[in-house]
């Protein structure tokens, strides 16, 4: 008679589906994830469908961008948080993170990001500027905001966002309140 | 159960109301009595009888959330009033115990506890009846906290009764609780939401303790016990510095804002933080309005030490000039969209300090108290004040001959005199600009409207807006103005700040075209 083999090993989850990225338990019971999706309706008005629009990487680059122009960064931050922990393949979003963090000169964030994101892009190109990102803030938060490779890192710059009408009007604008101040003097 | 209905036979009728004051009021002879430890055991007891026989009458008014009848006002101030005795009765109690050998059962620390509880609860009612937070209140937390430090307690754990909740903690987390509660009492908070940030800051209390070194590196709170006049208010680092009064401490407000953070995590993971307390059966729409309330307070408090520290190392960015400003001077106010666009860019205006308010009945001249560069406080008489609320627009004239600072009213708050009231304006631009512009009507006809230009901080003009009356506003519609000899189409995008009767939008501009 021959054994019975041993029951296979339960098989893996890919790191992308199994990865709780910022501490929320995935998956979440129905019931939480209820909770979790009104709340994030109701935080992010824009967002009638968390779900599917949490997992397209654009559309939340664009409005994380709005609300850094509204000057809201930290609901920027977390509707960017919340779309990666959705779906942590979107590297363009955990750019932007460490974007954020550098900004913030926030050391202890910086070097969690570059834990979680080396767990989800093992060799990833990007991991040796990071490493030199996170060298230059641990020494100079300024110095760190103000490189290239960050600068890159930013919403409007992986966008691509096109601005010369936008900067040509600000430009008219100041000139008008300048002369302004001069009339009233 | 704050959602759950009220049965209109829960709710005190005149003569129980009648009934539990006069009961308040023979307790106030018979605990001067007892011995001090004694005393404030006794109204301990008494704060917990008051809070069972008026649980109902208190969720009615908070689900209510406005009050709507007459009868609820009288009730809400009611409330406030016999909360006011309590208070009145522990801080007597409370120094009697400090005064004397500690007897009885209470603890003078206990003592000092109570008066913290206390004086929470005459916050949140004095809010919720319309009114301020008086300088009763700040006195008598400031003293207790004082007693406290002298007798080394401050930091002792000891239980105490918050609601229907038991709490371990100290004295000093407790008056931490309460100040906080007096500083963001003067915005806009509804009160379920006010009681959900109550909820929060009763979590938090043990995280957060007062220093006596001012930090450079984080933005923080001071207080000094020996002004009733304040509560806490944002620290600006000087330079050089100066050294620290034996009343003053500081609160960091990074544990403050980790807490947050844990706060909106919770949320992320499905749960209603912090999963106890009268917020557990509200809507979500009011934990999220807290959060951005919360939010706004502290980007408002970093903005303001970053901006006061950059004028203090003279670095200063100002996209106008500075000027010395004196404080306690008279200057030109004008109130609302309409009015501040009808007179307040009028050259023949520039050069006076008479502003307007006429119409909405603002007799008294308006005081300069304090300025920074994110905001200003004004002094207004209580009665014009009360013609003002959280979230006008309002435009001040500092000197003749100067533009106008536009901002909205952020907060209101008491000021010791007998009938002054400070009115906190949030500064949205220094330098704005009035425009007629044209813009394309339901209709699709173009339309002239004004507009009240606000060059926004970022060079790249994404950060620009424009100010629009609240009827002229149509979201995504198409506006054209001239700059500097040159025509601008741009869109009026999403709403970044409003109130009553103007918008705060978003400019996208799209085409600038040949005049």
């Known amino acids: 008679m021959t054994p019975t083999p041993p029951p296979p090993p339960p098989a893996r989850a890919s790191l992308a589906t199994k990865l709780s990225v910022f501490g929320t338990p995935w998956p979440l019971p129905p019931e939480l994830l209820r909770v979790r999706l009104k709340y994030i309706t109701v935080r992010f008005l824009q967002m009638p469908e968390p779900r599917v629009l949490l997992r397209n990487a654009k559309d939340i680059l664009r409005w994380a961008q709005q609300m850094e122009d509204d000057n809201m960064p930290r609901s920027a931050k977390e509707l960017t948080r919340l779309a990666v922990e959705e779906d942590p393949s979107q590297r363009v979003l955990w750019l932007y993170l460490f974007s954020h963090a550098v900004r913030d000169g926030d050391n202890n964030e910086f070097g969690e990001l570059v834990r979680l994101f080396s767990q989800q892009f093992v060799d990833d190109v990007v991991l040796e500027d990071i490493a030199h990102v996170g060298g230059v803030l641990a020494r100079d938060a300024r110095q760190a905001a103000e490189m290239p490779t960050l600068q890159s890192w930013r919403a409007a710059a992986l966008l691509a966002r096109e601005g010369q009408t936008q900067r040509a009007f600000h430009d008219a604008l100041q000139r008008e309140i300048g002369a302004q101040s001069g009339n009233l003097q | ?515």
């Open chain 2, 1 to 515: 159960m704050i959602n759950a209905p009220v049965n209109s036979s829960q709710l005190l009728n005149e003569t129980e109301q009648r009934e539990l004051s006069q009961k308040h009021q023979a307790l106030e002879v018979s605990v001067a009595n007892f011995k001090a430890g004694d005393a404030i055991d006794s109204v301990s007891q008494a704060l917990r009888y008051f809070e069972d026989r008026s649980r109902a009458d208190r969720q009615h008014l908070i689900a209510a959330n406005t009050l709507k009848t007459k009868g609820d006002l009288i009730a809400s101030e009611w409330i406030c009033g016999r909360y006011r005795h309590l208070l009145s009765m522990a801080f007597t109690a409370m120094l009697r115990s400090f005064d004397g050998v500690a007897e009885g059962r209470a603890s003078p620390a206990q003592g000092c506890a109570l008066v913290m509880v206390i004086s929470a609860h005459v916050v949140k009612w004095r809010k919720y009846s319309g009114g301020r937070t008086d300088t009763v209140v700040r006195e008598c937390a400031h003293l207790a906290l004082q007693k406290a430090q002298l007798q080394r307690v401050e930091g002792g754990v000891l239980t105490t009764r918050i609601d229907d909740r038991v709490h371990e903690t100290t004295v000093e987390a407790l008056y931490l609780r309460t100040m906080l509660l007096e500083r963001f009492s003067g915005g806009s908070l509804s009160p379920k939401r006010f009681e959900i940030l109550d909820t929060w800051l009763t979590t938090w209390m043990d995280a957060m303790w007062l220093t006596r070194e001012p930090s450079t590196l984080e933005p923080m709170l001071a207080i000094n016990l020996a002004d009733i006049e304040r509560g806490l208010i944002p620290y600006v680092p000087l330079v050089p510095p100066m050294p620290v009064g034996e009343s003053e401490f500081f609160l960091s407000l990074r544990p403050v804002k980790r807490q947050l953070d844990r706060a909106i995590q919770a949320f992320h993971q499905g749960t209603i933080y912090p999963g106890w307390g009268v917020g557990v059966t509200m809507k979500i729409e009011e934990h999220v309005g807290v959060i951005e309330f919360l939010e706004r307070e502290l980007q408002l408090i970093d903005e303001f030490r970053n901006a006061a520290t950059d004028v203090a190392q003279g670095q200063a960015k100002l996209r106008g000039k500075r000027v010395p400003i004196g404080v306690n001077t008279i200057v030109a106010v004008y109130f609302g969209f309409n009015e501040i666009s009808a007179q307040a860019f009028d050259m023949t205006r520039a050069h006076s300090v008479a502003g307007g308010g006429a119409e909405i009945g603002i007799r008294n001249a308006v005081r300069l108290l304090d300025i920074s560069e994110g905001g200003l406080g004004l002094e207004m008489v209580d009665e014009d004040a009360r013609r003002l609320h959280v979230n006008d627009l309002v435009a001040v004239r500092l000197e003749k001959g100067r533009a106008v600072v536009l901002g909205f009213v952020a907060r209101k708050s008491t000021l010791q005199r007998p009938t002054g009231t400070l009115i906190g304006i949030k500064v949205l631009t220094k330098t704005p600009l009035k425009l007629i512009m044209d813009r394309v009507n339901d209709a699709n006809q173009w339309q002239p409207c004004e507009g009240l230009l606000v060059a926004g901080l970022a060079a790249d003009g994404f950060a620009d807006s424009v100010i629009m009356s609240e009827k002229d506003y149509v979201a995504n519609s198409l506006v054209a103005a001239t700059l500097s000899g040159r025509v601008y189409e741009f869109y009026a995008r999403r709403v970044r700040e409003q109130g009553n009767g103007w918008r705060m939008v978003a400019i996208d501009a799209v085409n600038r075209l040949a005049e």
